[in-house]
């Protein structure tokens, strides 16, 4: 591995954290291989094996593959199963970013879809977004806790571990990341898990899949609205199609409005070139209700922007 410059891969649809994690262990933003997604938003794994081949011919190292269990724009969740059997076969730490789906795998419902999750290396998972934990309250699944603290713990006179005393009971929860004094997350992570339950919180996500789907479903069948996205866990990607000839805009200015207006905060993101309104249901209160509010709060934000170009379904009555 001598003087081989290491490179990892994840696909182009992977949060930023992961590009900004490369800056940050020195390796640079370069190091990481955007792969091409297919159809669906999810790695395409031809690209990921050609990439490979290509880079180790090139004289690279590659070492890590990151796969999405939920990416933050549609939802998408990468083929884990295919990434967890390619990484083992190439030698690559295959790591997870599941920062609100890996949290899918307490509902049956939803747990199959993630499939290939419980091979990975480790797993990154927030408490503060599906799991209605307030921020911050991040988590890591690490699956040799050895190969952490080998990572992490530093061995300094001041800080020695003893048999007994204050200084017993190693490792430290500060041999198993880069903080030294760290706050007490786990405290509200271990209410969290105390008045939910892990079924209560699979629960949540069943019930906040269902509400996605049926925002889904309403959008289908309002014919100024378009659906851009799949809809696989929590996220619903769409827009108003019509009334203006800057959709972009229109649709920019919509969530603003909205989000003043304080009926909804969705939030925007562009799929396939195009600006959407992006709706991601993570509350536990959140209702069929709620999205009708929203829907019919869209609806006539964009009449009157438009002039009432923006015709509410044809034949029905207002969503609320
Ligand atoms: C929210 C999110 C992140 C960033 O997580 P924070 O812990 O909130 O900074 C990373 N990846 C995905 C897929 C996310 O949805």
């Given amino acids: 591995i001598q003087g081989?410059?290491?490179?990892?891969?994840?696909?182009?649809?992977?949060?930023?954290c992961v590009a900004r994690a490369f800056d940050m262990a020195g390796l640079g933003m370069q190091a990481l291989r955007r792969v091409p997604v297919d159809a669906a938003f999810k790695l395409d794994m031809a690209a990921l094996q050609r990439m490979v081949a290509q880079d180790r011919t090139a004289g690279f190292e590659p070492f890590l593959v990151v796969g999405t269990a939920g990416t933050v724009d549609t939802g998408a969740i990468d083929?884990?199963?295919?990434?967890?059997?390619?990484?083992?076969?190439?030698?690559?730490?295959?790591?997870?970013?599941?920062?609100?789906?890996?949290?899918?795998?307490?509902?049956?419902?939803?747990?199959?879809?993630?499939?290939?999750?419980?091979?990975?290396?480790?797993?990154?998972?927030?408490?503060?977004?599906?799991?209605?934990?307030p921020y911050d309250a991040g988590c890591v699944l690490v699956r040799e806790e050895g190969r952490q603290a080998a990572a992490f713990a530093q061995s300094l006179a001041y800080l020695s571990r003893e048999e007994r005393g204050v200084a017993a009971g190693a490792p430290w929860f500060c041999d198993l990341g880069p903080d030294l004094s760290r706050g007490f997350r786990a405290l509200k992570v271990w209410f969290t898990l105390a008045g939910?339950?892990?079924e209560g919180l699979g629960n949540v996500?069943?019930?906040?899949?269902?509400?996605?789907?049926y925002l889904a479903e309403r959008v289908k069948a309002t014919p100024s609205l378009e659906l851009l996205a799949p809809v696989t866990l929590n996220v619903v990607c769409f827009r108003v199609k019509e009334g203006a000839a800057d959709l972009d805009t229109l649709n920019a200015e919509l969530v603003k409005d909205l989000q003043e207006s304080g009926i909804a905060v969705p939030?925007?993101?562009?799929?396939?070139?195009?600006?959407?309104?992006?709706?991601?249901?993570v509350n536990h209160r959140t209702t069929q209700q709620d999205i009708d509010i929203m829907l019919h709060a869209v609806l006539e934000l964009a009449q009157k922007r438009t002039g009432a170009k923006v015709p509410y379904a044809q034949g029905q009555p207002l969503p609320v």
Avoid: M
Wanted: glycine letters at 8%; hydrophobic letters at 50%; charged letters at 15%.
């Fill in 4 to 16: 081989r410059k290491l490179v990892g891969y994840a696909a182009e649809s992977a949060h930023g």
């Fill in 79 to 133: 083929p884990l199963a295919d990434l967890a059997a390619f990484a083992r076969e190439q030698g690559l730490w295959f790591h997870v970013d599941g920062a609100f789906g890996a949290l899918a795998c307490l509902s049956p419902a939803h747990a199959p879809a993630l499939a290939g999750i419980e091979q990975a290396n480790s797993i990154a998972l927030d408490f503060h977004k599906w799991a209605q934990t």
């Fill in 196 to 198: 939910f339950g892990t």
């Fill in 205 to 213: 996500v069943a019930q906040c899949c269902d509400v996605a789907r």
């Fill in 267 to 281: 939030s925007t993101t562009i799929v396939q070139g195009k600006l959407a309104i992006r709706a991601a249901i």
